[in-house]
């Protein structure tokens, strides 16, 4: 089976090992200082692609508490890239990375895997496995909250669908019951008629760690279910949101310790997790307590970080050609 992902993620490897060369010549600094800026056009308006993103349309919680944890644990696992494995993982792109908000991305370009920005070739070898001709076929990301008339995909199809998008296209590793059954309860539960009023919301300290918590409590109920490899992937998700505040206080480093020290928190529950450690849902509750104080601390220093939209102007502004042509 060819996956053309796989071809792009070959030539993402190319070029970091490019930016890696060209850096030696250049000054320190020259590295996009914000992981995503590798998927985006370098004239991409930071305001608009990196301050902030589309809003969430995502529909009131189910009442039925074991239908909203399947929201919820879709929520996280559609947040997290260790559930594409392979080189979009190690890429650091998630579903998220293209369906922004689960919604789409115009700023996304990936050498390889986009034509025109805002498009991505993912599901040739899903739709096309026959043709297997090489053909590059990149299509507009498409917003999954609709309207449904819009979409492709029939709500019944999204296991199936989603299932070959992880294990085919990304070459990911077969994804644990509950996170597939999760991710298309999420799907399910974008609707156009649940847009907030502001298009778009800010990428805050306090948006990513409220994401970060949210998967965290998605870990809890997992765990209460005994479904260990679901809640190891829900604590990946918030470590990788917090990858997301990490990366923009580069400056901080006082900060900055302080989020690897919570971070190796939660690595040290991943393990709990897998080993069937009885206290982990203790742990984890106090892992959640102590992100308070931490996101208070943050969220007084964000002016000096990349959160500040014109340190990230200035940031981006640095940065090499996204692509040589
Ligand atoms: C590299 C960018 C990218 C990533 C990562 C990605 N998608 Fe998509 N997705 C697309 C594109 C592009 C399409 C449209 C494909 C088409 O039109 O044939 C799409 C289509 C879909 C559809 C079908 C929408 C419809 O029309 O009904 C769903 C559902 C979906 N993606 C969910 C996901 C989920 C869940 C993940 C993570 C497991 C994911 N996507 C990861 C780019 C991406």
Not at 41 to 46: E, G, Q, V
Not at 99 to 125: E, M, W, Y
Not at 170 to 192: Q, S, T
Request: charged share 20%; net charge positive; hydrophobic share 45%.
């Amino acid at each position: 089976m060819r996956s053309h992902w796989r071809r792009g993620a070959a030539l993402a490897a190319a070029l970091g090992a490019a930016l890696a060369v060209g850096g030696l010549a250049l000054a320190a600094g020259a590295e996009p200082p914000l992981r995503a800026m590798r998927w985006a056009p370098r004239d991409a308006d930071p305001a608009r692609a990196f301050a902030t993103q589309p809003a969430e349309c995502l529909k009131p919680p189910p009442t039925d508490p074991a239908a909203a944890l399947s929201v919820e644990i879709g929520r996280a696992a559609f947040r997290a890239p260790v559930l594409l494995g392979g080189q979009a993982a190690r890429a650091g792109l998630s579903c998220e990375a293209c369906h922004r908000g689960g919604r789409t991305n115009p700023d996304f370009l990936f050498p390889g895997a986009s034509g025109a920005p805002g498009t991505a070739d993912v599901t040739l070898s899903l739709f096309s496995s026959h043709r297997g001709d090489g053909a590059f076929n990149p299509r507009p990301i498409p917003d999954l909250s609709g309207p449904r008339m819009a979409l492709k995909v029939a709500p019944a199809d999204l296991p199936a669908f989603i299932h070959g998008l992880i294990t085919q296209e990304f070459d990911g590793p077969e994804p644990p019951p509950a996170v597939l059954a999760g991710l298309a309860a999420y799907v399910r539960a974008l609707d156009p008629a649940a847009c907030p009023a502001p298009g778009r919301t800010p990428l805050t300290v306090a948006f990513l760690m409220a994401d970060a918590r949210r998967a965290l409590a998605a870990a809890r109920g997992a765990l209460d279910q005994g479904d260990r490899p679901t809640a190891r992937l829900m604590i990946a998700s918030a470590r990788a949101r917090l990858f997301l505040i990490d990366e923009r206080f580069a400056a901080l480093p006082a900060e900055q310790a302080r989020l690897r020290t919570a971070d190796a928190g939660l690595a040290a529950l991943q393990a709990k997790v897998s080993s069937g450690a009885p206290d982990a849902a203790a742990a984890l509750d106090r892992w959640l307590a102590e992100s308070r104080p931490l996101e208070a601390r943050l969220a007084a220093r964000a002016p000096q970080s990349l959160f500040d939209p014109k340190r990230l102007a200035a940031a981006s502004n640095r940065r090499l050609p996204a692509r040589p042509s």
